[in-house]
């Protein structure tokens, strides 16, 4: 052998003992999670499939040991029939009786002169007066009406267009009177009040420019009033004209009353989902103030009704459902219909019989339990953590042993099982060595 041929075989060992070695500590950085292009790093892919699973998987039989139920503090109850009154309750509030509110308007333009009332709430009776207003349009026409009556003569067809005239600017019989007697036109219109009651709103001060556009005062008579009470959406059915009800105000230390429903409005209203029943109330005395703030409690009509504890059933938005006993220490999930809600019971309508035994109490651990056993866990009663991972799984190290089972990472994200590897065995090193 020349020397050139004992150069290429050194070369050529040199150069896959390198390979070799190169191998070697390529594989063991991959069993320790050091290459970025093992299997290890393909794991997000289904992690994100899992993530697509159900928001709400579906529910599966549980069982609980009696001595364990206790623990949990599970408790039943009995699906009971009878005649049952339904108590329906709802927001009240005292506001004036529309029919008794009179808005105060001047029939000429002009300013405000005088005030003979000023203050918001202030109790006024017919006929009183109110506001004076100087009006240079009514001054005129009362200047023209007196000028003619001084023209002499019988009654003519002038002198009845300026009384008329008169009249409609807001002048009364004896106003009038009053000014054909004196001679003289009154400087200022005085508005009285048109009926008794108090001053809900004054919307003037002295020396506010009017026109008969502007609303001067409100004046509402007390004496009968309005509650308002808002019946929620699910028992607006049930609420009709004359029906009675109870009306409580416990804030104002008024009585409980009696009253009789005067109207129900055909419309719901938006906002709050709720249709407004009307009741009318004497008010003597005024003890019922507008703005005050009650409640409404109607008593429905008897009727036979299967009903359940309201905590025994579990609502997720989309349906509702009760877990029924089967057997000693065995709970099977029920999807039910609802009916009416009472104040601690519920009515069933469908899924279930009179004298089925349903959980009451620790329903929502006990749906817990079974959604995590439909999911594919162990439940809490085989799993230390509550998690569904056997106990007898090998735990993870990170010492990259190849015994690992398949379709389980070391970072505890699930992924595919990779196809097995022959380990290389480095080569001798007297490989590539000729004779």
């Known amino acids: 052998m020349n020397a050139k041929q004992k150069k290429w075989q050194t070369f050529a060992g040199g150069a896959l003992l390198s390979l070799g070695a190169l191998t070697a500590i390529l594989f063991v950085q991959s069993e320790r999670h050091g290459w970025p292009f093992s299997a290890h790093h393909r794991a997000p892919a289904v992690v994100t499939a899992k993530a697509a699973a159900p928001a709400h998987p579906a529910r599966v039989p549980v069982q609980v040991p009696p001595e364990e139920a206790g623990a949990l503090n599970l408790q039943t109850a009995k699906v009971t029939a009878g005649d049952l009154t339904e108590q329906l309750r709802a927001v009240a509030t005292v506001a004036p009786d529309e029919s008794r509110i009179s808005h105060v308007h001047t029939r000429v333009a002009g300013w405000i002169e005088k005030l003979h009332v000023s203050n918001t709430g202030e109790a006024v009776r017919a006929g009183q007066p109110l506001v004076d207003i100087f009006s240079q349009e009514l001054l005129a026409s009362q200047t023209e009406y007196l000028a003619a009556r001084r023209a002499g003569g019988p009654p003519s067809a002038v002198v009845e267009s300026g009384r008329a005239r008169l009249k409609v600017l807001g002048m009364s019989d004896s106003d009038i009177r009053s000014i054909e007697a004196s001679g003289k036109p009154r400087r200022v219109v005085t508005l009285l009040a048109p009926r008794d009651g108090v001053m809900m709103h004054r919307g003037i001060a002295v020396g506010t420019a009017v026109d008969p556009s502007t609303e001067l005062m409100i004046v509402a008579d007390l004496s009968r009033v309005w509650v308002l009470a808002e019946v929620p959406e699910f028992g607006a059915a049930q609420v009709t004209k004359g029906m009675q009800a109870q009306l409580e105000f416990p804030a104002s230390g008024v009585k409980a009353l009696a009253a009789n429903v005067e109207f129900v409005d055909p419309v719901l209203t938006e906002q709050t989902r709720t249709l407004r029943v009307r009741f009318a109330l004497p008010n003597p005395g005024g003890r019922l103030r507008p703005g005050m703030y009650g409640t ?61 035994e349903v959980v009451s109490s620790g329903v929502f651990l006990l749906d817990s339990e079974s959604r995590l056993r439909a999911s594919g866990g162990q439940g809490t009663s085989h799993a230390g953590h509550g998690g569904g991972a056997s106990k007898s799984a090998p735990p993870a190290t990170g010492s990259g042993d190849a015994t690992a089972p398949a379709g389980e990472s070391h970072d505890g994200h699930s992924a595919p099982p990779a196809p097995a590897t022959p380990k290389p065995t480095a080569p001798s090193p007297h490989a590539g060595h000729g004779d």
Do not use: K, N
């Open 296 to 356: 409404a409690i109607f008593r429905t009509q008897a009727r036979a009704m299967l009903t359940v504890p309201r905590d025994a059933v579990v609502d997720t938005g989309q349906s509702q459902h009760v877990y029924v006993v089967t057997a000693p220490g065995q709970y099977e999930p029920r999807t039910v219909q609802l009916g009416a809600r009472l104040q601690d019971r519920v009515e069933i309508l469908g899924g279930l019989q009179e004298g089925d």
